[in-house]
T-cell receptor
């Protein structure tokens, strides 16, 4: 186990549903990330939070809404998704986002496999 | 533009043989290089990283990688492959003043008994 948990592990939803993905890290880290992993595509960074503040939004559609209430928890709220949003959604955390250089190792959760019907 | 490339979608190796998974990068400034592994239905797991110092980096499960500045490469190696090494491997690069790391497209490693 990496110290990063994600729930649920699998989610099937219709296009009109609203659901949320949850991520929790037990590593004392201060940065958290959402990634999307689709088949045959590189890993796509979606959002970055440093000390609960969003510092990166990689042109993600507004039907994905992140929330970071504290440094240990990260949510991804989903509404009116499209079938092409079906993917594995990975959460990660790293220690010190104040570092000017990207030397920190990211630790990943097991992911949520999302299927949009 | 900053980028990382894994030129092989799939690498097939017989158990007990040495393996190499290739990675090249293009960044401005000093590169910081990572290898991650992903087993089926799991998240990415950190293997090793190069920040500075010795060009040969040793990591988990007997893997190592060599930073080659002149060839802008960071190939992952293991002297003797195990069937359990079969997985998806990702190379990633960060660099000075960057706020995020860039992942390669992944290489599927298959070790046959």
């Amino acid at each position: 186990e990496t110290g990063v948990t994600q729930t649920p592990r699998h989610l099937v939803m219709g296009m009109t549903n609203k659901k949320s993905l949850k991520c929790e890290q037990h590593l004392g880290h201060n940065a958290m990330y959402w990634y999307k992993q689709s088949a045959k595509k590189p890993l796509e960074l979606m959002f970055v939070y440093n000390f609960k503040e969003q510092t990166e939004n990689n042109s993600v559609p507004s039907r994905f809404s992140p929330e970071c209430p504290n440094s240990s928890h990260l949510f991804l709220h989903l509404h009116t998704l499209q079938p092409e949003d079906s993917a594995l959604y990975l959460c990660a955390s790293s220690q010190d986002p104040r570092a000017r250089e990207t030397t920190d190792t990211q630790y990943f959760g097991p992911g949520t496999r999302l299927t949009v019907l | 533009a900053q980028s990382v490339a894994q030129p092989e979608d799939q690498v097939n190796v017989a158990e007990g043989n040495p393996l190499t998974v290739k990675c090249t990068y293009s960044v401005s400034g000093n590169p910081y290089l990572f290898w991650y592994v992903q087993y089926p239905n799991r998240g990415l797991q950190f293997l090793l990283k190069y920040i500075t110092g010795d060009n040969l980096v040793k990591g988990s499960y007997g893997f190592e990688a060599e930073f080659n500045k002149s060839q802008t490469s960071f190939h992952l190696k293991k002297p003797s492959a195990l069937v359990s090494d079969s997985a998806l491997y990702f190379c990633a690069v960060g660099y000075s003043s960057a706020s995020k790391i860039i992942f390669g497209s992944g290489t599927r490693l298959s070790i046959r008994p």
